[in-house]
């Protein structure tokens, strides 16, 4: 039987919402969501619907205002034919009807029922319709999940959509810890971040669409130095510039990133503009959605590029994330990071107790200045790093002043 939402007050009566099995609503006031309300009282990302075997359950995403069902506040709750949510001040009414009393256009509209993939057959997405979006060419793998190109029905546009493995947000829980990271990313905005332009839940499905950013991953630089031979050093400062500006935004949006390694980095192709992604699993990680991405005795991502901090598993701040930058710029000034062992005990090890070759064994044209910043980053000791990532911007243009001379 169809099932539909009609807004009866607010801002956007008359609306209708089909509800669809295996494709959740989102309404909230952003325009990222599924379905956006006009509504000021509404939450950018307020509660979630959801059809499952034919029941239509309701669930509030910690929302400002709550969200209420024929008058009482609900975290969740089951909707029957005629009951009225309200969210803010708009409410909307449950219709369900007969199947003969469906149009046959707005019965066509339905979209095709999707196949639940995990594990490693989540690649099978590609060439399928995942939300408004259309999966195109798997693009890169990580821990929490793949990253597509895909592009958007809505306006045609391209994105990069990451689609997170269904075990990283199989419960409530989780789901809502993926929401909360959604709020607080979505309006983030900076030249050297990977914006994110939409994130949701289509199914078993958690996604997230970034801007589409046309070059390469620095891992993609650091595997071709390994070829070709070493990096021009003026590369690794523009990077070491461009990413402390996003991390300093970052981190004065409450984010630390926890994971910043080369694959989360791109530069665009057309102006070498250094851009850092993934914030929105940053700001998940907060919790136990970590604990979900990782089987017992394992560290979530790149460990060659990790602060001696995160590997005990203790409590991190923002000198771990520039610890991390540190590790990638002496990578990329040299071809590999400057720890590595030949099992993961043995990188552990050096991360904790080694000291690093200078980067000016590897490239001597390297200055002098340079050289010190990225070895002040990768101290062990979090006292003797930079303390922010400001500090890091005051020395890097002290440095190129001196430079330009």
Same mark, same amino acid.
């Given at each position: 039987m169809p099932k539909d939402l009609h807004v009866i007050s607010g801002p956007d009566t008359?609306?209708?919402?089909?509800?669809?099995?295996?494709?959740?609503?989102?309404?909230?006031?952003?325009?990222?969501?599924?379905?956006?309300?006009?509504?000021?009282?509404?939450?950018?990302?307020?509660? &979630?619907?959801?059809?499952?075997?034919?029941?239509?359950?309701?669930?509030?995403?910690?929302?400002?205002g709550g969200t209420f069902v024929n008058g009482t506040r609900i975290e969740e709750d089951y909707l029957q034919h005629g009951d009225i949510l309200q969210?803010?001040?708009?409410?909307?009414?449950?219709?369900?009807?007969? $199947?003969?009393?469906?149009?046959?256009?707005?019965?066509?509209?339905?979209?095709?029922?999707?196949?639940?993939?995990? %594990?490693? !057959?989540?690649?099978?997405?590609? %060439?399928?319709?995942?939300?408004?979006?259309?999966?195109?060419?798997?693009?890169? !793998?990580?821990?929490?999940?793949?990253?597509?190109?895909? !592009?958007?029905?809505?306006?045609?546009?391209?994105?990069?959509?990451?689609v997170l493995y269904p075990a990283a947000t199989g419960n409530a829980k989780e789901l809502r810890r993926f929401v909360r990271s959604m709020r607080t990313v979505l309006p983030l905005r900076h030249p050297n971040?990977?914006?994110?332009?939409?994130?949701?839940?289509?199914?078993?499905?958690?996604?997230?669409?970034? $801007?589409?950013? &046309?070059?390469?991953?620095?891992?993609?630089?650091?595997?071709?130095?390994?070829?070709?031979?070493?990096?021009?050093?003026r590369f690794a400062f523009r990077v070491a510039v461009h990413i402390a500006r996003a991390l300093e935004y970052a981190h004065n949006s409450g984010i630390i990133h926890r994971n910043l390694t080369p694959q989360n980095i791109l530069v665009r192709r057309k102006d070498k503009v250094a851009k850092l992604g993934d914030l929105i699993l940053a700001k998940a990680l907060e919790g136990a959605l970590a604990e979900q991405l990782t089987r017992p005795g394992e560290i979530l991502g790149d460990l060659r590029y990790m602060s001696p901090e995160r590997?005990?598993?203790?409590?991190?701040?923002?000198?771990?994330?520039?610890?991390?930058?540190?590790?990638?710029l002496y990578a990329l000034l040299t071809g590999k990071p400057p720890f590595e062992g030949g099992s993961l005990v043995e990188t552990i090890v050096k991360i904790r107790t080694g000291i690093p070759a200078k980067p000016k064994q590897f490239q001597p044209s390297i200055p002098d200045r340079f050289e010190a910043i990225?070895?002040?980053?990768?101290?062990?000791?979090?006292?003797? !790093?930079?303390?922010?990532?400001? &500090?890091?911007?005051?020395?890097?243009?002290?440095?190129a002043k001196i430079l330009s001379k």
């Open positions: 008359g609306h209708m919402f089909r509800l669809f099995e295996n494709n959740p609503l989102m309404l909230g006031r952003s325009r990222h969501v599924v379905a956006p309300l006009k509504d000021l009282q509404v939450s950018r990302v307020h509660c &979630e619907i959801e059809l499952e075997d034919g029941q239509v359950h309701v669930t509030d995403l910690e929302s400002g969210i803010g001040q708009t409410q909307l009414r449950l219709q369900i009807d007969d $199947e003969e009393s469906a149009s046959p256009s707005r019965a066509a509209a339905a979209p095709p029922k999707q196949v639940v993939l995990t %594990g490693d !057959r989540l690649q099978e997405l590609s %060439g399928k319709k995942l939300s408004h979006f259309h999966v195109g060419e798997l693009h890169a !793998r990580g821990q929490s999940g793949l990253i597509f190109e895909a !592009r958007d029905f809505k306006d045609d546009s391209p994105v990069a959509l990451k971040l990977i914006a994110l332009v939409g994130a949701g839940k289509s199914g078993p499905y958690c996604w997230a669409a970034m $801007e589409f950013v &046309e070059g390469e991953s620095l891992t993609q630089v650091i595997q071709r130095i390994g070829v070709g031979g070493m990096l021009d050093w590997t005990m598993g203790t409590d991190v701040d923002r000198r771990s994330d520039l610890y991390s930058l540190g590790a990638l990225v070895l002040k980053l990768i101290q062990r000791r979090l006292e003797d !790093r930079f303390q922010s990532a400001a &500090e890091l911007l005051n020395e890097l243009r002290r440095v």
